[in-house]
């Protein structure tokens, strides 16, 4: 039984993805997306037009320092006949240049740093912000809890990506409009001749990146192999221990191993290539620029100063072409990362509530006609579901593992909107009051725990400093924790390590539940602790369960036979639906799913 | 794949190479050669300036020009060749580096696992060994290349006019002290902007800083301008000139990229060492005693005044004194952290005892070769471990060899053939990594099938069926008993799953309050009875 809902758990999962999948991969060019971060970053564009500023000058100053070193050069006409004030001049001049080149070039970076940077910031701060107004079907749809490692990862190389990209393509197209100009200026036939050369060197580099690439790709995946066994086994280490399972874990480490080492030679290889190959076309350049300009000057037409300024042009006109191919990579990724993000910034928003009433007072009341959802249409889950709950009355949820029992909860709390029926609390309908006021009526105590990096007091009191410390401690005690709490270092200021091994998971189930007492919700949403607690503190838990339920309308997720047996409605979960509500008694006398599950559980053998 | 730093007992990154020495002997050599290429254009540039030009000699310009292309071919072919040698010998050491870390990894005893941590191991066994071959790789590429260059650009410098190389000379110590400074300047900027994404900070990567260190440097050419006055100098060679200028420059940029390189190499180097001066602390005696399968005693266990505790912290077993004769069945009880799994742990040496002995098969365990006591011992662990393959691997473990009959009878007996059966590929049903196409109960069940398969003589079930009902556990207690005649350790939360052991030991916090059958404890032990009446006034569903 519990292995089919298992299996039809799984179903729904798989369908989701593929459902999200379709949603997600809207495909934008990389146009759209620089659009869209230009018209997000649109405040900060003067630091944009700032890097134009600065690397133009940058490019100019950086384009008159082979003139002027060609210009000292031909002030040395041979030896004994040299112009030595010209050349003095020349080089200051040159220092000069250089000093200016050097110090817009720093600006340039420092601008587009700066542009990137708050960028990225904001595009961060939106993403953000976006999460807490995302319907929560799209969270969970998404990525099953890690969609915000996800998008972190995904700004953290946008940003990587258009640092280098951003800085390169300014810089380069500068500088390549520029020496392109300053060459044809100076001689055409030279400028022509580099030109043409040039694609050779893109060409070369592109060959070699998209090998390396390649590698890097299947490097990338055989890693992934390599770590996965290593992770695996090492976590595993003391189950290969018991086993005397070592030489086998050895030798097929080893053979993962040899194969990483076989894909990773290769892709060494070819990403190394590319300095010697640049190296190589540059050196080719360097020739062919030196037998024309000779010619050249022997006929007379230019001067031999004008061969060496084509010599560092020479250099640099290919330079943008390789920096940019070089990062390509980079872009493409970082181009990709900031797709999902826009794609995720472009969801539309949870329905606005701003305009309906808070729910004021609450009885506790609970009214559910006619209700049916699904997550997704074509797998459904509750159908036609009625309950009426009575003010402190008790309901326990039963079932199997995965039967549905948090599907109940996300449309109680109107996490979720259901599909067709109304669910009303206090006689008014969830959906037309604003969901935070709904919320705040319900405690909810869950087996995930969620306490924060602050004192107990705080995590207690929820971070309110108003509330008097003797009202916490009153809290703690009907939770039954305050001793505990009593023989910590700093009692109640004792710090909540988030994750940290302080507290054990049944502790912090406790200052939950304190929580959930000061704030005398009159609804409660509980959920019982199945295993991994010993007994004291189940007991503890239990006796605390108790106390809260006292005189107010429960939803609990039962495991334990006294609370279902006390239940004022037992509803009988199966594969997200309900199939039978009742008493204990009731259920029994019908012989059904109830019955049979609970004679399984309890039959002797 | 042994290899010679066991015997020194020191892990020496150095000893890697012994492997290839070809490779890294030719490796350089072409690189070094590369660099001679480099060196020699702008020489044949000057002469085609000072020679070619004034002359008006078409033919000696192409020539030289010709002179040029060729030993750019020879550049690139040498370029390669290292490359390939580079990447050959890197990749390879990378790979002996891993297997043997690895290879010493399984020689680890718990302790030293506990000691270092999964993260800490997979980290060094990744991360540190990549940062030596990729740095090695690095020096493989640039060792002789930067001398080379270095040297080369001044002796060429000299050859094309002594007075202007002194320069050379003076500036190359400044250039150093500028790249050094920059570079320490930037490195700790780098590392901190990583970490802090948050701050706008003006930060650059490491490659940026590279590039901008290279072009500011490739821009001071007007050294050579200066040096005219000094004395006649041609057109051509001051271009040469200002060329080995700019080699020289990046070649030192290169040069202190390897010292940092260098020093990341070796604090991995230094952490893997840690890795492998930790030495397994338990090992198997010289003359192991044989276990005799024959003897009556087969299948026995005693515990004589045992006391241990984890690397000398207080102690979590506390003077347990108990004998387990062959196929009887153990319980142990107790609350969360109280030293359960302490105890079963022993049996199989897991840890060794801080007093008394453990004894099996009546010898002290530590007399018996630690892989032959292992093989008699099917030990199924608290958390439900299954590795990625397939079922009938991850069953046959504990016996390589065995039979489908063997492996359906212990998936039999774990209550696990029903669920099984149901999948089309029957036992070569996948298990993907960490078993996560399993529920809980199935991977309990399966883990428990695999300690199941070669009957075990002795069995030890730790905290295993925690997610399963009671009826499941209660068939799987039954079927174990009935089928097995194992000698069975079960330590559990719940008193229902012991209550039919033979013996039944209470612990708590360390200390044996009792040991006695569940009738026993039922009178007299105070805890043995609160965990009981808490569990069965409400029993979970």
């Known amino acids: ?605 | 794949m042994k290899n010679a730093k066991k015997k020194q007992n020191e892990f020496r990154p150095m000893s890697y190479l012994k492997k290839y020495t070809h490779y890294v002997v030719l490796g350089p050599i072409c690189k070094a050669l590369e660099a001679l290429s480099e060196v020699f254009s702008p020489f044949i540039m000057a002469k085609i300036i000072d020679i070619g030009i004034p002359s008006k000699d078409n033919s000696y310009i192409v020539k030289m020009s010709i002179v040029i292309l060729l030993i750019n071919i020879l550049g690139m072919v040498f370029a390669i060749l290292g490359q390939k040698f580079a990447s050959l010998t890197s990749e390879g050491m990378g790979r002996d580096m891993r297997n043997d870390v690895f290879e010493h990894i399984n020689t680890y005893s718990y302790s030293e696992l506990d000691k270092f941590g999964t993260s800490t191991i997979l980290n060094r066994t990744l991360n540190d060994t990549y940062r030596i071959h990729e740095g090695t790789s690095a020096i493989l590429r640039n060792i002789m290349r930067i001398p080379f260059l270095l040297l080369g650009s001044l002796v060429m410098a000299m050859c094309v006019n002594i007075k202007l190389s002194l320069i050379f000379l003076v500036v190359s110590p400044i250039l150093l002290f500028i790249v050094f400074y920059v570079m320490k300047k930037l490195q700790p900027l780098i590392t901190e902007g990583k970490k802090r994404l948050d701050t706008t900070t003006q930060i650059t990567s490491e490659n940026l800083t590279g590039v901008r260190v290279v072009r500011a440097f490739n821009k001071q050419n007007y050294f050579g301008g200066i040096q005219i006055n000094l004395g006649g100098i041609s057109q051509g060679n001051l271009l040469a000139f200002i060329n080995y200028f700019a080699q020289i420059s990046s070649a030192l940029v290169m040069f202190a990229r390897i010292i940092t390189i260098f020093t990341r190499m070796k604090i991995s180097s230094n952490r893997i060492n840690e890795l492998f001066e930790t030495k397994n602390s338990i090992t198997s005696p010289q003359n192991p005693v044989k276990i005799d399968p024959a003897s009556p005693d087969f299948g026995k266990v005693e515990f004589q005044d045992v006391c241990f505790s984890y690397s000398n912290l207080k102690n979590i077993v506390n003077n347990l004194s108990i004998t387990v004769n062959p196929g009887d069945t153990i319980g142990i009880i107790g609350g969360t952290g109280s030293g359960k799994s302490s105890i079963v742990n022993l049996i199989p040496r897991f840890y060794d005892v801080s007093s008394g002995a453990v004894l099996v098969g009546g010898n002290n365990v530590k007399k018996y070769d630690v892989e032959q006591l292992r093989d008699i011992i099917g030990i199924v662990p608290q958390n439900p471990t299954l590795f990625t393959g397939t079922i009938r691997q991850n069953l046959s473990w504990r016996k390589p060899d065995a039979t489908d009959e063997e492996i359906i009878k212990a998936l039999k007996i774990a209550q696990a053939y029903d669920f099984v059966a149901e999948y089309p590929e029957f036992l070569d049903h996948p298990v993907q990594r960490g078993g996560t196409n399993f529920s809980g109960g199935q991977k309990q069940r399966l883990t428990i099938a695999r300690a199941l398969v070669g009957n075990p003589p002795i069995l030890i079930l730790d905290d295993s069926t925690s997610a399963l009902d009671f009826a499941t556990d209660a068939k799987l207690r039954k079927a174990i008993k009935t089928m097995l005649k194992s000698t069975t350790f079960i330590v559990s939360q719940r008193t229902n799953s012991i209550k039919d052991c033979d013996q039944i030991i209470v612990v708590d916090s360390g200390n044996i309050l009792d040991i006695g059958t569940h009738e026993q404890l039922l009178e007299r032990c105070s805890l043995y009875q609160e965990i009981h009446q808490s569990q069965n006034k409400k029993e979970a569903l």
């Open chain 1, 1 to 605: 039984m519990s292995e089919n809902s298992q299996m039809s758990s799984e179903l729904v999962r798989q369908k989701e993805t593929r459902h999200f999948k379709s949603r997600f991969m809207k495909n934008r060019s990389a146009f759209q997306i620089v659009s869209k971060v230009f018209k997000v970053a649109r405040p900060y564009r003067q630091y944009l037009y700032l890097t134009f500023l600065f690397d133009f000058i940058n490019s100019i100053a950086e384009l008159l320092v082979p003139i002027f070193l060609g210009k000292a050069i031909g002030a040395a006409i041979g030896k004994g006949n040299v112009n030595f004030k010209l050349i003095t001049i020349y080089s200051l001049v040159m220092i000069g240049c250089v000093l200016i080149a050097a110090l817009f070039n720093a600006l340039g970076s420092l601008t587009i740093n700066a542009y990137n940077y708050k960028a990225t910031y904001k595009i961060r701060d939106l993403l953000f912000k976006k999460i807490n107004s995302l319907p929560l079907s799209f969270i969970d749809t998404t990525s099953h809890g890690d969609l915000l490692s996800r998008m972190i990862n995904d700004i953290d190389v946008m940003t990587d990506g258009f640092l280098e990209s951003f800085a390169a393509v300014i810089s380069g197209i500068v500088s390549l409009v520029g020496t392109l100009v300053a060459m044809l200026i100076l001689n055409i036939p030279l400028a022509l001749i580099i030109v043409t050369l040039t694609p050779l060197s893109i060409i070369s580099s592109a060959y070699i990146i998209k090998k390396s690439k390649k590698y890097f790709n299947l490097e990338v995946q055989s890693l992934g192999d390599l770590s996965g066994y290593l992770e695996e086994y090492i976590a595993g280490e003391r189950v290969v221990k018991a086993f005397n399972h070592e030489p086998e874990s050895v030798k097929d480490f080893a053979k993962i191993n040899q194969n990483y080492y076989k894909i990773g030679e290769k892709s060494q290889f070819y990403s190394n290539l590319s300095a010697p190959t640049t190296r190589f076309v540059n050196g080719i350049v360097y020739g062919v620029v030196g037998l024309f300009g000779a010619f050249q000057a022997i006929r007379g037409i230019i001067s031999v100063d004008i061969i060496s300024t084509f010599l560092s042009y020479a250099n640099s006109f290919g330079r943008p072409f390789n920096e940019i191919s070089s990062n390509i990579s980079d872009i493409q990724s970082s181009f990709a990362a900031a797709g999902r993000v826009f794609n995720i910034l472009e969801e539309p928003d949870e329905v606005s509530d701003e305009n309906l009433p808070d729910l004021l007072s609450c009885d506790g009341n609970v009214s559910i006609k006619n209700v049916n959802f699904s997550y997704i249409p074509k797998v459904k889950l509750i159908q036609n579901f009625n309950l009426e709950v009575k003010q402190g009355m008790k309901v326990a949820i039963v079932g199997p593992t995965g039967c549905g029992k948090s599907t109940l909860i996300n449309l109680l709390m109107r996490f979720y909107d259901v599909n067709s029926g109304t669910i009303s609390v206090s006689g008014n309908n969830i959906k037309e009051i604003t969901r935070s006021s709904l919320r705040n009526k319900y405690g909810m105590v869950l087996q995930e725990t969620w306490l924060f990096n602050a004192s107990i007091r705080d995590n207690i009191a929820y971070g309110n400093p108003n509330i008097p410390l003797d009202e916490v401690i009153a809290a703690a005690k009907l939770a039954g924790i305050h001793e505990f709490i009593e023989k910590m270092p700093n009692k109640y200021d004792t710090m909540v390590i988030e994750g940290g091994n302080n507290l054990s998971q049944g502790e912090k189930q406790l200052l939950c539940i304190a929580r959930v007492m000061l704030l005398k919700p009159p609804m409660l949403i509980l959920d019982e602790a199945t295993s991994n607690i010993d007994t004291r503190t189940e007991m503890n838990i239990q006796n605390a369960f108790n106390n809260i339920m006292h005189g107010r309308t429960s939803f609990v997720v039962a495991h334990r036979l006294s609370t279902i047996t006390n239940a004022d409605i037992i509803l009988v979960m199966n594969k997200g639906n309900v199939i039978e509500q009742g008493t204990h008694q009731e259920l029994l006398d019908k012989k059904g799913f109830y019955y049979n599950l609970y004679n399984s559980q309890f039959a002797k053998v």
